[in-house]
């Protein structure tokens, strides 16, 4: 038998990644509530398809998924509270989305973390905007991450737990301090979007009460007013930490986000335009 190797080479392992290790060190949840959704977002891939062919610019359709995630959450704003000490809720009026980009640094391509800000005040065009201003702009310098952030891979691993809890503990006391300014209020991850085909994602917890991850789209069969047509359907995983969020809550948040990416709300930015009452789909 023949146990030698091929060739191979070592790089360095990017800084930015570090930082991503650093952050999901910080994240747990002790009780976790999923809600797998089918939804059909043929509405919404059709308009963007139409504007890339009329304008040559290809729309951020995770920026899409953020908008609607944002508006959503504005109609109950309890799925992005968080505990404040033992007897104590913190809930936030804006909604702070945060993501991981992928661009440019260096010689490499890596995530980047970013927040957007207010997302529930913003059309989608300016989260899209925003979004590829990010993917765009320079390369983030070692100075933007936090020293502590940088400190963490670097530690023996049982300090590095203990510096871990401790900073848990801390973000526990004051949610509304630093956890919300570097992370955001929830979070959306694309892990499905590498590829084609059905099938929900699921991604290590973020620490976020709420993290909305994207899987991938397929064409399926769907009964569209009582005719069966090919639609392109998105897998959807909403994660919501059982500990904050309820099952009925959940499913009432999880059925107005649904309502809203299949009626393609917001799309055209028209103020004229009443695609949806997200009070009604929140309420109903």
Known sequence: MNNRIGPYHVVAFPQA???????????????????????DVTVARRFMDEYEARTGEGLSFTGYLTFCLAR???????????????????????VDVGMM??????ETRAPVGHVIRRAN??????????????????????????PWLRLLPRLPGPLRKL??????????R???GRWVAMAGTVSVTAVGMFGKGSGWG??????????????????????????????????LTVAFDHDIVDGAPAARFSRCL??????????????????????????E
């Open 17 to 39: 990644r570090q930082a991503v290790l650093s952050f999901l060190g910080l994240s747990s949840w002790g009780h976790c509530i999923f809600a797998l959704l089918e939804v």
């Open 72 to 94: 959503a959450v504005d109609e109950d704003k309890s799925v992005q509270a968080y505990r404040k000490g033992r007897d104590q809720l913190v809930v936030f009026d804006d």
């Open 101 to 106: 980009i992928e661009r440019q640094i260096g």
């Open 121 to 146: 005040h913003k059309t989608f065009m300016g989260i899209h905007q925003e979004i590829r201003a990010v993917q765009a702009g320079p390369s983030p310098q070692r100075k933007e991450m936090a």
């Open 163 to 172: 510096f871990s809890a401790f900073v848990r503990m801390a973000i526990r």
């Open 174 to 176: 004051n949610p509304a």
């Open 202 to 235: 699921l991604a290590a917890p973020t620490g976020h009460t709420l993290c909305l991850i994207v899987g991938g789209i397929a064409r399926k069969p769907a009964v569209v007013e009582d005719r069966i047509e090919p639609r392109e359907i998105l897998s």
């Open 258 to 283: 649904k309502e809203l990416i299949e009626r393609g709300y917001g799309l055209d930015e028209d103020p004229t335009n009443s695609a949806i009452d997200t009070q009604a789909v929140a309420t």
